[in-house]
């Protein structure tokens, strides 16, 4: 199973982006699916969360600013950045619990990253 983000890139502040994830084949199904990220000498961080049912949990400091959504017969989550923040430059990261068939359990599988850089 393999996690493909895209859309980040280099935005002004105030600016907006979309980040999207999809879940290669041979998903069963998907519990937990997130974004992460991690700025230079910093630790990773929860961004935002989504589960199957659609409940969501979001950092504070992006509150109000970010929304997580998923599709989930497509497999994917998007998160979509508004009112971005020179704060919010990071390497943010897909992140999902997922078991490749009824029988096994669920283990956790990460994106590869992908960089959003806010300035001006």
């Known amino acids: 199973v393999q996690l493909q983000a895209s859309g980040g890139g280099l935005v002004q502040p105030g600016g907006s982006l979309r980040l999207s994830c999809a879940a290669s084949a041979r998903v069963y199904s998907i519990n937990v699916m997130a974004w992460y990220r991690q700025a230079p000498g910093k630790q990773r961080e929860l961004v935002a969360s989504?589960?199957?049912?659609?409940?969501?949990n979001y950092a504070d400091s992006v509150k109000g600013r970010f929304t997580i959504s998923r599709d989930n017969p497509k497999n994917t989550v998007s998160v979509q950045m508004n009112n971005l923040k020179p704060d919010d430059t990071a390497v943010y990261y897909c992140?999902?619990?997922?078991?490749?068939?009824?029988?096994?359990?669920?283990?956790?599988?990460w994106g590869q990253g992908t960089q959003v850089t806010v300035s001006s």
């Open positions: 992140y999902a619990t997922i078991a490749t068939s009824a029988v096994n359990p669920y283990y956790p599988y």
């Open positions: 989504i589960t199957s049912g659609g409940n969501t």
